[in-house]
């Protein structure tokens, strides 16, 4: 007869599966090379250093001051 401390655990090791599953997911690769805010080339070390970027530097900046303004 399972008590609650072996319930909780079982439930615990199963939100830990789950997560450590979905990490384990790729991640998303962006297929335009163009930036989708400002038309122009995201730099090649940007895609590389992050490939699921769909926005340069510079507009990827203002998306995030935008999103601070938001809350």
Do not use: F, Y
């Not at 319930?7 to 830990?16: F, N």
């Not at 038309?39 to 998306?63: F, M, V, Y």
């Amino acid at each position: 007869m399972a008590d609650n401390a072996d319930i909780a655990t079982d439930i615990a090791e199963r939100r830990l599966a789950h997560a450590l599953a979905s990490q384990r997911r790729p991640l998303p690769v962006a297929t335009d090379p163009d930036c989708e805010e400002c038309g122009q080339e995201i730099p090649k070390a940007r895609r590389e250093a992050a490939p699921w970027a769909t926005t340069c530097i510079e507009c990827q900046g203002i998306r995030e001051r935008r999103c601070r303004h938001v809350r």
